[in-house]
Structure formats: structure tokens, C-alpha cells
């Protein structure tokens, strides 16, 4: 298992894919989306390297259902060997809704990544595309930075922060995840409790907001370098 290096590490929020696309009226609308811009753009000055990712797809993406003739939303299909979950068209690059959301505070962000922007592979993972191989670069930028702990939030809860969650903590990141700064799409019913489930038995800590506080400055004290 690869970990960042250096006890000495500073303290990084990510933001996953916080664009009006995934908000109310977007094509993949995530219900109350933009309620969470207000938590992050509070909690985000507390932090020493604030990330932002962005789906960054090219028009006629491989995830698009109007890519394949007689597909629709939701269906699943095999493409090169991977299994692709087809959705409506969504964050195409340059694109008002493939924008980091409007009332986004976006002084305190130090690097925002574009994913998915190859046209015949698709990525939910901040850290790797959809064949789990590819790296977006993410954990290298993490490694020159000596970052060990990460704070997730952003949206889907259930898909993209998902996916980057348990990839961060395959790769030896402590990860605390900000539950009141997250929502989901809950698609089948029942996969938000499963993924949120999941997380937290593969290691990963849930923690609100209020809390960040106290977390950082216990985190300074015990060796944690913000």
C-alpha cells in the first residue's frame, strides 16, 4: 500500500465535483446540492490546501447516453472492458454547468483538477480513472505537499466521493469525510446508506463541520502540521 511520505503534512480539503450540473435544475441534478456550498466555503479558510475537482468531459463522451444509438439514462453498458454507467449529457468542458458552482468561493483553492476529459474513458475518482489505473495526479501533487490527512466533501456523496474516499484510503490516506458538507443521489434506493456504510467500515471518519475545529488544532498537537 502506497502512502504519502513525510510525517511532517499539511492539512488538505477536497472538493469533489461542487458544479451546477450535479445541483438543482442541472442535468444530474443531486437534490440539495447547493445547500452545502455555504458549509464549504466557510470550512475551507481552515484549511492550509484546498482542491477542487471538476468533471471535464468532451462533448460525445463515452458516459453520455446519447453516445450509444438506443440507450438511455441509467443503463449500463460494457465499453473497452469497463463497465459504464450511461447518464445524460452533463459538465461539458468550457460549459456553464461544468463550472465550479456560482456561489463557490474559489480564493482559497490552490488547484482544481479536470477529470474525465478523455473522450472514451470516464473517472469518478479524484485519484484515477474508471479503469483504476490511469491517475489523474492527485496523489502526486499530494506527495510533494507531504499531505497524509484529507477532508472530503462534494457531491455525489455516493459516486464520486465514493470512489475518490476508497481510493484515497487504498493509498494510506487518513480520510475524515464532512458529512454535512456531502449529498447524494441515492440511486438504486438504498446505495447511499450502502456507500456511506462502506466507507466507514474500510476506515474512513465521519465528522460535521462544527467539529473542524477542534480536529485540526488536536491534529497540530499531536504531530499534524497544518
Not at 104 to 111: A, G, K, V
Not at 118 to 131: G, M, R
Not at 195 to 221: C, P, W, Y
Request: contains cysteine; charged residues 20%; glycine residues 8%.
Amino acid at each position: 500500500m502506497a502512502k504519502a511520505s513525510s510525517p511532517s503534512c499539511k492539512s488538505v480539503l477536497l472538493i469533489v465535483d461542487l458544479q451546477p450540473d450535479f445541483c438543482t435544475g442541472g442535468p444530474l441534478e443531486v437534490p440539495g446540492g447547493e445547500q452545502i456550498v455555504p458549509v464549504v466555503n466557510r470550512i475551507s479558510r481552515l484549511f492550509d490546501r484546498v482542491i477542487a475537482t471538476r468533471d471535464w468531459h468532451p462533448k460525445g463522451h463515452v458516459s453520455f447516453a446519447s453516445r450509444h444509438q438506443g440507450s438511455a439514462p441509467l443503463q449500463t453498458i460494457e465499453y473497452n472492458g469497463i463497465e459504464q454507467i450511461l447518464w445524460p449529457d452533463h459538465c461539458i468542458a468550457g460549459s456553464a454547468g461544468a463550472r465550479l458552482h456560482p456561489d463557490l468561493d474559489t480564493r482559497p483553492l490552490d488547484l482544481i483538477l479536470d477529470k474525465g476529459r478523455s473522450i472514451d474513458l470516464d473517472s469518478y475518482s479524484a485519484f484515477f480513472e474508471n479503469d483504476h489505473r490511469t491517475p489523474t495526479g492527485l496523489h502526486g501533487y499530494l506527495r510533494e505537499l507531504s499531505g497524509e490527512i484529507l477532508h472530503i466533501c462534494g457531491l455525489a456523496a455516493d459516486v464520486c466521493v465514493y470512489y475518490s474516499v476508497m481510493d484515497a484510503l487504498d493509498l494510506g490516506y487518513q480520510v475524515y469525510v464532512v458529512e454535512d458538507a456531502i449529498r447524494g443521489v441515492d440511486m438504486p434506493e438504498g446505495t447511499l446508506n450502502k456507500r456511506i456504510n462502506a466507507m466507514q467500515e474500510s476506515g474512513a471518519e465521519f465528522i460535521r463541520s462544527t467539529a473542524l475545529g477542534h480536529t485540526l488544532k488536536t491534529n497540530h498537537e499531536t504531530g499534524y502540521n497544518p
